[in-house]
């Protein structure tokens, strides 16, 4: 786990999102966050309070799961190379990249 910044709301859920994937594929880290709080778009932007990197399905599900049950938004992310704002985080919440994933 990266940690930089977190809110507490983010803080007590990463120990539990590195259980369910990892700790390698857990970042709360600035330079992730910052990445992963913008796309192309001309949207103000928020950083989520957290981004992992799930490399299954099941991964994902568990994931989904996991902040359906704590109410925590889910915030997809596959290249940010959107002009609409869908990556943003307003509320915060957990970004879910696809970068370690090779199928769906």
Do not use: W
Not at 27 to 32: E, L, M, P, R
Not at 64 to 77: D, M, W
């Amino acid at each position: 786990m990266i940690v930089s910044g977190l809110s507490r709301r983010a803080f007590k859920h990463l120990a539990a999102l590195e259980t369910l994937i990892g700790k390698a594929n857990v970042s709360a880290g600035k330079s992730t966050l910052d990445l992963h709080s913008h796309d192309e778009s001309y949207h103000r932007t928020r950083a989520p309070d957290a981004v992992v990197f799930p490399t299954s399905t099941a991964q994902v599900a568990d994931v989904a799961k996991y902040c359906y049950e704590h109410q925590l938004p889910i915030i997809p992310f596959g290249l940010g190379s959107g002009f609409e704002g869908g990556i943003t985080a307003p509320t915060g919440g957990v970004s879910v990249s696809m970068a370690k994933m090779n199928s769906v």
